[in-house]
């Protein structure tokens, strides 16, 4: 299946650093602080991202903490505001928070429910989509403050971690998959 995204690939590719070992032994980890770094490719990346959601969204949700970095741009090309969902503890109160699974034990996504407006059409970035649980609670928290996810953007996937089986009935396009 082709994803709207795919052109982005070889950009995007080009421009991330491969770290094997790192954080732990068997691990490879694929940094996008080169992407980042570069100018042109990065802007390349946000104004294709912009165009290709134009008119569908009235916010961006970015995921801690590099979502973030990807969110902002984008809400500022789109023109619209930029919601921010943090892990426990960061953001001041009223929060409203999700608990999800890790391999050992949990975490905690949190939202201020007054940054959405009821009805608002959001759309949800992260850099990486690997079990999904991020996600899964980010999409909960979005939409328990009353905004509506019209899809998820992710800029990898990892495939084998079968993330997307936790996000069926909705529209997640990424731009790399490994």
């Known amino acids: 299946m082709t994803h709207p995204l795919t052109e982005l690939a070889d950009l995007v590719q080009a421009n991330i650093r491969e770290i094997p070992d ?15 770094a570069n100018g042109p490719a990065f ?3 946000i104004d294709a991202l912009a165009e290709h959601y134009a008119g569908q969204v009235d916010a961006v949700a970015g995921l801690e903490s590099r979502g973030f970095i990807l969110a902002a741009p984008l809400a500022l090309h789109l023109g619209v505001g930029m919601i921010t ?3 426990a503890g960061k953001l001041p109160g009223p929060v409203i ?3 999800y699974a890790l391999e050992y034990g949990t975490a905690r996504m949190e939202l201020r429910p007054d940054t959405i407006t009821p009805g608002q059409r959001v759309l949800v970035i992260d850099d990486v989509l690997a079990t999904g649980g991020t996600a899964r609670a980010s999409v909960q928290l979005v939409e328990q403050a009353g905004g509506v996810v019209i899809g998820l953007a992710m800029l990898m996937e990892l495939t084998d971690l079968g993330g997307r089986s936790r996000l069926e009935g909705y529209n997640v396009e ?3 998959f490994y």
């Open 22 to 36: 790192y954080p732990s032994p068997g691990v490879l980890f694929r940094d996008i602080t080169p992407l980042l």
């Open 43 to 45: 802007g390349a990346l």
């Open 85 to 87: 969902v943090r892990k």
């Open 97 to 99: 928070g999700i608990d």
């Open 174 to 176: 990424s731009v790399l």
